[in-house]
């Protein structure tokens, strides 16, 4: 094309999603001419799925952790935008197909949604997302959150685009599709076993996150005859409510010789924190004996349960900063309470109980008894107690969970 002596001409080009808009602007002149050309770089070309480069599913104690890296950055918001998916399948009897999508309203990072076989939107899941990079995204999970159990499975991520410029990889459907790896790949899932936890953070605790609608039942000085331990298994087993149990060591060979109990406790979700070997006044002991009464009880707790504690709590709560820095350096955090119903004085059933709900708030510990005594009247107030804190709105913990610590399996 010829333009008259004296113009400029200035070519633009214009990014727009979707498309590229390429202005050819005559200066001094009175002449435009708007050219549109598809978003892959050449005129017609359809949109293509994102390439996969790596991926990866793995098993992380009690997660599945999927790993996929693709061969530029992608915005997992903009996905749905372009007709674009970047999908886990799972097949385990039946198939799960997990979808990388953008966050949830009022967050900010991604979100993992299951997508029906009929399509459509999908339940989002509970996972943790995070980005090493921006061509990188890792997502962990529970096994559970999509029904799936700790047995062999198969997996393979499927990176797909609806156009209809497309050419299906299979006849008949639309859109086109990449999978990585190419043929599924097979992940043998085991049954993960909890040998320990990761104690951080301050040595000494009173209370959780202010800023969070939970709170933790604890109990001391089991396992206990009156009434059984079990009992206070079964009854919390019912109401779906986990807690953590303080041990005195030389308890267990006497009332749960074959750990039973404690193994117990820890298929169910609960925790077992170090109360000492005989209950002592801690601080009426030299320091090497100190150290004696935490590793017995932390022994015995290891040989009958093969777990390793990191919570300890002081007969009667008794400390000072040397017992919290010996207690820390052999891997311990040093728990105290801030709700007291004193069950132990045996103030009556409906004296806990409106005890622990005139107390509670965000990040409270619960100190009551399975052991040490009679302990029915705080078996017997526990329904009605947890009945009343869910009316207030909170969630049941752990104190492992509510500090946020790190599990070990294997």
């Known amino acids: 094309m010829a333009y008259g002596a004296g113009c400029a ?4 080009r214009v990014l727009v999603p979707g498309l590229v808009l390429v202005l050819v602007l005559v200066l001094g002149g009175m002449f435009a ?9 050449a005129a017609g070309a359809p949109s293509q799925p994102l390439p996969v480069s790596g991926a990866s599913l793995t098993q992380n ?14 915005s ?16 385990q009897k039946s198939s799960f197909e997990l979808c990388v999508a953008g966050p949830a309203h009022g967050r900010h990072t991604p979100s993992l949604r299951e997508i029906p076989t009929g399509g459509g939107g999908g339940q989002e899941i509970a996972a943790t997302i995070t980005r090493s990079s921006d061509r990188e995204l890792t997502a962990s999970f529970l096994p559970s959150s999509i029904g799936l159990v700790y047995r062999s499975l198969h997996w393979q991520v499927l990176s797909s685009v609806v156009a209809s410029g497309c050419t299906p990889v299979v006849p008949a459907t639309r859109g086109c599709t990449v999978r990585f790896p190419a043929a599924s790949s ?14 951080s953070g301050p040595d000494w605790v009173f209370r959780g996150p202010s800023n969070v609608r939970e709170i933790a039942l604890t109990f001391d000085d089991g396992p206990w005859w009156d009434p059984p331990t079990v009992e206070f298994l079964r009854e919390l087993e019912r109401l779906h409510v986990p807690a953590t149990f303080f041990e005195i060591g030389e ?42 009464q935490i590793s017995l009880a932390a022994e015995e707790i290891r040989k009958t349960t093969g777990f390793e504690p990191c919570l300890f709590r002081a007969p009667d709560g008794a400390v000072d900063p040397s017992l919290l ?10 728990i105290q309470w801030d709700i007291d119903p004193r069950d132990w004085a045996l103030p009556g059933e409906s004296e806990i109980i409106d005890n622990v709900l005139e107390n509670a708030q965000n990040g409270g510990i619960i100190e009551e008894h399975y052991g040490g005594g009679p302990r029915y009247e705080t078996l017997d107030a526990l329904p ?18 509510m500090l946020g610590y790190t599990l070990v399996y294997r």
């Open 251 to 292: 308890h267990i060979p006497t009332y749960d010789p074959r750990g039973t109990v404690e193994r117990q406790m820890l298929a169910d979700g609960d925790m077992i924190g170090d109360h000492t070997w005989s209950h002592p006044d801690m601080l009426g002991l030299s320091a090497a004996a100190q150290r004696r």
């Open 384 to 401: 009605a107690e947890v009945a009343g804190l869910r009316k207030r709105g909170y969630q049941f913990v752990t104190l492992t969970q």
């Open 325 to 334: 820095a010996l207690a820390r350096s052999m891997g311990f955090t040093t």
């Open 186 to 199: 097979p992940l043998r899932l085991h049954t993960p076993v909890l040998v320990g936890c990761v104690a």
């Open 76 to 91: 997992p918001g903009a996905l749905a935008r372009g007709h674009q998916s970047l999908c886990l399948v799972i097949d």
């Open 61 to 74: 104690g009690q997660d599945l952790v999927w790993q996929v890296e693709l061969a530029h950055s992608f």
């Open 9 to 12: 001409v200035k070519v633009v």
């Open 33 to 41: 001419v708007a050219v549109v050309v598809g978003a892959a770089g």
